[in-house]
């Protein structure tokens, strides 16, 4: 290497200010461009819902319970909390990139033996007894100034910054997250509710069903019509059917119970159960979506910070081997009488510079670059791991949508069906062409089919809930190639930022 090499490039660096981070490269998504089809996909929408949550749940009353939920709901609050710490911690990082000045005022009375001097206690200079005898006197000063600021030259407190920058970002990118994981919370509980709700109204049904048939076979046993056996058969029926009741009401009460913490209050007296809970209270997504609508999840989002403040870090670690250049100033006043503090003559400042440079530290830079470089590396894999789980959240319930539409078609035919088994059952069993468990077991097959297809349309209406959060809060158009433009600044100290 040429001797003049390395001085022209630290001058270079003094003058221009360099940064020692590494440039950034974000890493290509690991997963495919589009997500697999699985057969008996719908045609794409003519219109997509938009990422609102208001244009995705349309029930009035589900759209209540999350407005309540997202101003009370104390999971969201932390998060809310924790964005606000992050972008103030962003503030004081970058605070440090300006020279602090701060005022200062003395006043004191000393003795020094002759021909002796002393440190002051400002920044003005050392305090001198120039004379052969000892002498008593006081001390006055007022003085503005900045002590061992560091100028940036190699970048080490932007790059400290730029980091708090990015994790400030990605703590606005989590509250998002937390805010649609609620929203999809409040939903699927809301949804959960009415389901088991429906399902009592069928347990409740099948009770009153079961209960008019024990008393007709009761009635019969003691008429000598039919054995002991049946009549005993046809009350563990009744007795079975009284446990599915009580087990509904205690998964309502529990439902109830789990929906007031997610929305931080007890439910409102208004609240009431839609009369068909399964019918269309979601807005469905169009099928045919590329992945790259991965980028504008939150997770994502934040996982692509944190990987940009790893970088950052990298910078600051390689500013540790150069040197460290601070400058320390001050003026005001200083006299050895109040009177006259102010007057004339009385002015002093005080200017200088000072470097340190790493000579011998056993290794510790090294290291500190290593873990740096380490923490990058974790930091790249946390990134594609949570593009990869992303990817799989939106292929399953993508999947599931695909094949649950002819599911419920089938089950509804199922119930359609058993439904006819029962009637035509208990016209033979009122006219004596068959016995009582032959109605008995059409009957429990009728309530069977019901509650599987009341489960079905239940999965049916999550799934929708968690592709609605899968794909990042809903999907538009529009924004499906804006989304993941505007990440390089870093966010505001007081404005939220926007995603």
């Known amino acids: ?235 563990t029926q009744v007795n079975t059917a009284q446990v599915d009741v009580e087990d509904m009401r205690t998964r309502i009460a529990k439902d109830i119970n789990g929906l007031a913490v997610l929305i931080g209050q007890p439910l409102p007296p208004s609240y009431a159960m839609p009369s068909l809970w399964q019918a269309p209270l979601l807005t469905d997504v169009p099928a045919g979506l590329p992945s790259s609508l991965l980028d504008r999840r939150p997770d994502i989002l934040a996982a692509e910070d944190r990987l940009r403040a790893a970088n950052a870090d990298i910078g600051r670690a390689r500013a540790a081997f150069f040197p460290n250049i601070a400058l320390t100033a001050a003026l005001g006043v200083l006299s050895s009488g109040l009177s006259n503090l102010f007057s004339a003559g009385s002015a002093a400042w005080n200017a200088g510079a000072s470097a340190t440079m790493p000579l011998l530290d056993w290794g510790r830079n090294k290291n500190e670059l290593s873990a740096s470089k ?39 035919a199922l119930v359609d069906q058993s439904q006819h088994v029962y009637a035509i059952s208990q016209v033979r069993f009122q006219e004596g062409l068959d016995d009582y468990i032959a109605t008995q077991d059409a009957q429990r097959s009728l309530y069977a089919a019901q509650q599987k297809l009341v489960s079905l349309q239940l999965d049916q209406a999550v799934n929708q809930v968690n592709l609605y959060k899968a794909l990042g809060g809903g999907w538009d158009p529009a924004q499906a190639t804006t989304a993941s433009l505007g990440r390089a600044a870093a966010p505001s100290a007081t404005a939220p930022a926007t995603r």
């Open 1 to 235: 290497m040429k001797p003049w090499i390395l001085p022209a490039s630290l001058a270079g660096c003094l003058l221009a200010g360099c940064t020692m981070e590494p440039a950034y490269q974000r890493p290509a998504m690991p997963v495919p461009n589009d997500y697999p089809s699985h057969g008996a996909a719908t045609e794409t929408a003519a219109q997509a819902p938009a990422p609102d949550w208001h244009a995705f749940f349309k029930d009035p009353a589900l759209q209540r319970l999350i407005d309540i939920a997202l101003e009370n709901n104390r999971d969201l609050r932390m998060a809310a909390a924790n964005m606000a710490e992050a972008r103030a911690s962003y503030g004081v990082a970058r605070a440090s990139l300006f020279p602090p000045i701060d005022l200062q005022g003395y006043a004191g009375r000393q003795r020094l033996p002759g021909m002796t001097q002393q440190p002051a206690n400002g920044l003005l200079g050392p305090i001198q007894n120039p004379r052969d005898n000892a002498t008593t006197f006081n001390t006055y000063q007022v003085q503005a100034g900045m002590t061992n600021y560091e100028l940036d030259f190699f970048g080490r407190q932007r790059a400290t910054a730029h980091e708090s920058g990015k994790l400030a970002e990605a703590s606005a990118a989590d509250y998002q997250a937390a805010r649609i994981a609620l929203i999809g919370e409040v939903a699927n509980a809301y949804l959960t509710l009415n389901a088991d709700r429906a399902l009592l109204q069928l347990a409740q049904q099948t009770l009153d069903a079961q209960q008019q048939h024990a008393n007709v076979m009761q009635k019969a046993y003691r008429d000598g019509g039919v054995s002991e056996f049946d009549m005993r058969r046809s009350q």
């Open 374 to 412: 380490a923490r990058y590396s974790g930091a790249t894999a946390a990134y594609e791991g949570t593009v990869q789980q992303a990817f799989r959240e939106v292929a399953d319930a993508l999947a599931v949508r695909d094949h649950i539409v002819p599911e419920l078609k089938a089950q509804q």
